[in-house]
């Protein structure tokens, strides 16, 4: 993992979902916050050294909220170019797809044969290589989740 990746770790709060997801997609460490309250995300945030993610101007206000990036826009491919921007992040293809976008948890390899009859009959026969996430137990194959991801990322202008 690179040095850039390992070095941060984001907050989003319920006001940025979909931004959650995308920053997992493009594989940085981003917890979700499961309380509207600024003051609950303010202190996971600060307990556990994470950049917060916010549309919330409240929270972005506060005094302790020094690591904070204020998101004005609404779209969330343009609030993911906006964080990148402002936290001079590059976005590191091998990182797409390492975390579940469910729950941030990274993914592990997983034996072919056991994930037989636990995914399409067709995905089985033309998929090698499998992942899996140890808290929820969904199943990637990223060789064309990657790939779509990768496209999408393009398509955007963010790689
Ligand atoms: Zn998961």
């Keep these: 993992m690179s040095n850039r990746y390992a070095r941060r770790k984001f907050l989003c709060d319920p006001t940025v979902g979909r931004l959650c997801r995308y920053m997992r997609m493009i594989g940085f460490d981003t917890g979700m916050a499961s309380s509207h ?13 994470r950049t ?4 919330n101007t409240i929270l972005a206000g506060m005094k302790l909220a020094r690591d904070v990036v204020l998101l004005e826009e609404d779209d969330p491919w343009r609030q993911l170019q906006i964080v990148i921007n402002e936290c001079g992040l590059e976005i ?22 056991e994930v037989k009859g636990r995914v399409w009959p067709y995905v089985y026969q033309t ?33």
Aim: aromatic share 6%.
């Design 92 to 113: 590191d293809q091998s990182q797409v797809l390492t975390r579940c976008l469910e729950d941030n948890e990274p993914l592990r390899e997983i034996a072919k044969a």
């Design 127 to 159: 998929q090698e290589r499998f992942y899996t996430c140890p808290k929820c137990e969904r199943i990637y194959w990223p060789a064309t989740h990657v790939k779509a991801m990768v496209s999408r990322l393009k398509s955007h202008g963010l790689l």
């Design 37 to 49: 309250s600024a003051k609950d995300v303010l202190s996971v945030a600060l307990d556990e050294s």
């Design 52 to 55: 917060i993610l916010t549309r």
